[in-house]
């Protein structure tokens, strides 16, 4: 873990424990992924990728908007905790091949497969194709995460931050080798259900009352 990215991780541990009193359900299933691995999770709010890499002991890698790497220090920054430049309006190519080249390098990379923010917590049941794409050039496992609550802390159209409880729900790898390997589908079929399991993955799981570990 790099200087910069060490602190940006300590910064947001602390954020997620004093403002967001972070739980995260099913800690065990963080552990133990060894190669390269998508991190798949619903996506309420700006805080969301701190919120899930303060979870990991390890580096991940994320997306942040492309307009803000434009200034000389933010780019300096966002570069060294791991942040991958995106066009939301148009995703290119070299960022497609870059996140496959991570993965392929045995790193974690975090994606958000309804592409946008929600605006009301509710998910987007159908995936972009682009996660199956990125899947199926890296073939390498997905594991589906859900946030509850993170989206009372900072809404899409909002710029305060508010405190509240937040709880990440993880759940078990998906592995698609076997849909990798159907010949009976072509790729794009195979993209879109890939992203379509994916989503399924994310809406099955369920915050406990308890909000325990």
């Not at 780019?75 to 430049?85: D, E, K, Y």
């Not at 993880?170 to 994916?198: C, H, M, R, W």
Request: net charge positive; aromatic share 8%; charged share 25%.
């Amino acid at each position: 873990m790099g200087f910069f990215y060490w602190i940006g991780h300590t910064g947001s541990r602390i954020f997620a424990r004093f403002v967001c009193s972070l739980r995260v359900q099913n800690r065990a299933g963080l552990q133990g992924h060894e190669g390269g691995l998508i991190i798949a999770s619903n996506h309420v709010s700006f805080v969301d990728p701190p919120l899930v890499g303060s979870a990991f002991r390890e580096p991940i890698y994320y997306f942040a908007r492309k307009t803000l790497f434009d200034h000389p220090v933010a780019n300096f920054i966002f570069t060294r905790v791991n942040a991958l430049p995106v066009d939301q309006s148009r995703p290119e190519i070299s960022v497609l091949k870059r996140i496959i080249q991570l993965l392929k390098s045995e790193e974690k990379v975090l994606i958000f497969p309804e592409g946008e923010r929600s605006w009301d917590g509710k998910l987007n049941m159908e995936g972009q194709p682009g996660i199956g794409m990125i899947v199926s050039k890296s073939k390498v496992p997905v594991l589906p995460v859900r946030l509850f609550g993170a989206e009372k802390i900072l809404p899409r159209g909002e710029k305060k931050i508010r405190r509240h409880p937040v709880t990440l729900v993880v759940g078990e790898p998906i592995d698609f080798s076997e849909l990798l390997a159907d010949t009976s589908k072509n790729s794009k079929e195979k993209y879109q259900l890939i992203a379509d399991k994916i989503m399924q993955s994310i809406a099955a799981l369920e915050m406990e009352d308890s909000r325990g570990e």
